[in-house]
C-alpha cells in the first residue's frame, strides 16, 4: 500500500476537487446538476469528505490527484446525523434538484445490500489531467489488497457504464444493471462474490 496514504483534513479541498473533476461528466450527476455542476459537486464533496476523513475513510495518492471513499465492512450506512450535518451543503448543491437527489439516494441506500459483509467502495475518482496515468488503479489496487487480506467481499456501484470495464480488470463483475423511475442508470458490482 505505499501507492497510497490517507487522506487529511488538509487534503479535502483538493480532493473534493479531484472528485469533482472526476464526476463532471458522469451521466447521473450530470442528470442531478444540469447546471453549474462544478462548484455544486465541490459543495457537496467538500462537506462529505470533511465528515469521512476524521473517520479514516477517505485515501489518495501522494500526488492528491485520486480520491476514495472506502467504508469498511459494517460502517457503509450514514447515520442520522451524517444527513442532518450536511442538510446544509446537499441543499445548497442540490437546490431545485433536492427532491431528485434525496430520491436518487434513499434508493440506492435501499437497494445497498445488507449481506454478505463487505468493503464498500462509495467513491473513487482522478482528477481529469491525471487520468490514464495509472494512479487511479493503484489506490484502487492498494485498497483490495486489505480486502483480500480481511477475505471479505468488496461491493460498489457504478454510475457511468463507461468504468465497468475499469472495474472488470479488478476483478469485479456486475451484478445488476439498476434502473429507476427517472433518471440514468447504475450498476451494481461485487468482487468476490460469494453469491448470497
Known sequence: ???????????????????????????????????????????????????????????????????????????????????????????????????RTAARLFAMEHRHPAGPEHWYVEYIGTRADARGTGRGARVLGGLLERADADGRPVFLESSNRRNLTFYQRHGFTVHEEMTFRSGPPMWSMWRRDDGR
Open 1 to 99: 500500500m505505499a501507492d497510497i496514504v490517507r487522506a487529511t483534513a488538509a487534503d479535502v479541498p483538493a480532493l473534493a476537487a479531484v472528485l469533482a473533476s472526476a464526476y463532471a461528466e458522469d451521466p447521473v450527476w450530470s442528470w442531478l446538476m444540469p447546471r453549474d455542476r462544478d462548484r455544486r459537486l465541490r459543495l457537496l464533496f467538500t462537506a462529505h469528505l470533511a465528515q469521512q476523513v476524521p473517520a479514516g475513510r477517505v485515501w489518495t495518492d501522494p500526488e492528491r490527484t485520486v480520491a476514495a471513499v472506502w467504508a469498511e465492512p459494517g460502517k457503509w450506512k450514514l447515520p442520522a446525523t451524517y444527513l442532518l450535518r450536511n442538510a446544509g451543503p446537499l441543499l445548497r448543491a442540490s437546490r431545485t434538484q433536492l427532491p
